[in-house]
C-alpha cells in the first residue's frame, strides 16, 4: 500500500474510531456510576482476572504512581477490592467487586446496544464486510507494532475474547 493510501486510511479508522468511543463515552455516562475512559479501561482489564497494579498500569500505559491513584478511587467507589499477595508481599492485586462487576456489565451491553442498533441497517454483504475489516485490524493492531499489549481472538461465535500479553 502506498504512503498516502497508508495516512488516508489511518485518517478514516481514526474518524471511525472516534465515532464509536463518542457513543461509547455517552453510554459509559448514562451508567449507574459514570466514569472516566481510563476508569473504565482499568475496569475491563481487571475484568478478565485478577492482576496487580503494576500489570494494569503498564496496560493502561501509565505510571504506577498514576494506576494507583486511579485504583484507589475504584476501590472507594466499590468498584474494585485490593489486597497484598501473600505470595508476593511486594504486589498489590485487584478484582472486580460485585458492583465492579455490574457496572462493567452494563456499560458493555450499553455500549454494545448502541452499536448494533447503528448496524442494524446494513445490508448483509456490508455486513460481512465490516466484520472482514475487523479481522484485518485485529490482526494488524495486535502485532508489536500496533502496540496494544494484548491479543484478541474470536470465539465460534463471532464474540471477540481478550487475553492479556
Known sequence: MKTGDSQRAARELLHVALLVMKG???EMRRSELPLAPAQLGTLMRVANGTCTVSEL???QLVSLPTMSRTVDMLVR???LERWIDEDDRRQTLVRLTPQGSR????VKRRSEQHVARILED???DEHDRVLQALDVLDRVLNTPAGALGKSVSRSSNGARRHVSS
Do not use: N, Y
Open 77 to 79: 467507589r466499590e468498584l
Open 57 to 59: 498500569a503498564r496496560h
Open 103 to 106: 457496572v462493567v456489565a452494563d
Open 122 to 124: 446494513l445490508t448483509g
Open 24 to 26: 461509547v463515552a455517552a
